[in-house]
């Protein structure tokens, strides 16, 4: 069990009112436009776009290891490099799932778009519980309550409403989504707080909110759906796991209204399916009419510090994929529809691409 | 020859003058940093820290120098490079610390760490330096996670901490004193005397009635009298204050039970804290407006004074590596 776990009772679950919250801040030109790291960019300018991919990522505490360098310079060629390759191959746009808290680096990500060409949406958002800085579990009250969701929510929420934090010094452009996770083993009290956090501050300020999903799919999405988030603005994410996908999840959160995410297109791992069964999972969802609803993804990982991350290309998808998708018969047009039209939806703000 | 790491160099332990012995620059939990409530500019930050350590150095000056030695440890707002220049430029020695306050301060890189890998990651911050800083710590922080119950992974640095003061001859001390049972067992199974360790944050509210002091002391460990200045008198104390009388008291006790070698005494301030309010008018130089006088008025001489803030505490830090049998 995890040391970090915490033993506080799930909160009491308040009627959700924005009241709570910051009004959203004055910015007209943002509703049917998407939050990347330049700014406000128009959906139908975003081409083909990967939701659930990772940039730099740093495991907590891996920037502080004696047998860690992190040579931004080399990064930032090997990140460009993956980048340039993923546009050669007709991407437009890379959303860095990482949240706030795994290496989210705006000011290397600002310099890349510009100098690729690529379009690159940074989210906001943590977890799950064990992925958290102890500020959250451990706070200094006695006794150390979890924080709850309002705290999340809020801190989620300005991170949209006035920007992103570089840790300590400033804020930078608005996010684009909201990313969290449920444990795998389960969701632990906190773990339900960081979705209902997410889900509130999504539904106030109008971006998606992406779980990487835990034990109960259905469950972790009926919680955000009682924060009031529309289904259709939320990602469930992780559904080609094994698991996921033995237990019918796919097609029960697309009924549900909400996305699909099969975002590990190009993983050997066996704890996800193989590409072969991807490309089934993909018919069927076609087939039982949801073709509005799925979002495809590799999770590659650019450059990962404290974990071994893996080699995966931004490419994938494009390069692998999309000729299995074609060779299943897949017209062209569901597949743009998959690639480039429900991501532009999900990541317009308000959700009107 | 003695040797103690600042974050300047390493310099003769003679050269250390008055020590406060646990305190911080700025405290913050891992994860503060995302939430910009606590946020404040450099300008901010210099600005209230700046006056304190150079009030701490004029308030030392009988004693030569002044030295802080800075508990933060990894991921909690430890910032090296700042230390450095504010030691500059205040002629404080600054003493940095390795390791963590406790399991529950400890990021999930290091979580999942072996004890192998932890003390090799204190070790390499003591003999080579911590990140690209330079500057070499020069204690080790370990602490108890929150609930005065050590848990699996507080054992684990506490293991990694035995070890690389071995190693490298860095003293031990620690958040919190409470359940020091399962501490004194892995210091005896690791072969670390346990003067080299500071039983840290044994006169604060909340631990009393949780410490074994008996057990400590018998196994030869110091007594950490380091929350001075935490007193419930104060407008908004902290959870964990104390009715100043009887902090003093509890500390008087020991010094006039001939158990002076046992303790060292600090104030555990923030100069500008980092992810909490921080407890408004408590400084490091506690110590020299309440703390001295009150002692004086108890009568104890400046003998004793000495030999706490001083030699003690140079004794304690100066490095001290113990060769393998």
Redesign the interface.
Known sequence: MC??HSRGAAEPVPPFTSLFLDRPADREATVGTVNTVLGAVEASQLGVTLLSEALMYV????E????I?IDRAEVFDRLAARLAEFKAAGGGTIVDATG??QGRDLRLYEALSRATGVHIVATSGQGPE???????????????TPWPAQKFAE?FG?EVNEGM?V???E?RAPAGMICTAVSLEGMTATDGSLVRGAARAGATYGVPVFIRCGSDALAELQLAIEESMRPDRVVIAGLDRRDAVAKGWPLAVAQAGACVGIDHVGSTDPFYVSDAERVALVLDLIGAGHADRIVLSSSATGVAF?EPGNDLPFATVLTTFVPMLEQAGVSRDLIDQILITNPARLLSVGGEA | MTRVNTVLGTISAHELGFVAIHEHIGY?????????R??KTPEERYDETVPKLRQFHENAKPWGAATFVDATG??NGRDVDYYKSLSAKTEVHIVASTGFVG?????????RASVEYLT??FV??ID?GI??SGAKAGIIKVGV??GFKM???DKRIYRAAARASKVTGAPIFTHLAVDCEPALAIFAEEGLPCHRVLFGHADDG?SQGRINEQAILAAGGRIGFDTFGYDLELPDP???GRPRQERLDHLLRYLQGGLVDQVLVSADANCSP???PGVKGHTVNYLFEQLIPDLHGAGIDDATIDRIFAQLAAEFLTLQPISAQ
Not at chain 1, 59 to 62: K, V, Y
Not at chain 1, 64 to 67: K, R
């Open positions: 040391l970090k495991l907590p505490g891996a502080y290891a004696f047998d360098r706030m808290f064990n992925m958290l800085g102890g500020y959250f579990l451990t706070p200094q009250t006695n006794p150390p801190m300005r934090v840790p300590r010094l804020r404290g | 913050g939990m891992p994860g503060s940093e995302l939430d910009s606590w946020w990894i991921c399991g529950d301060t400890a990021l999930p890189f290091f979580e090799d990651q390499h911050e080579v990140g690209t996670s929150r848990k699996e992974l909340v902290p959870f964990w980092l992810g909490w």
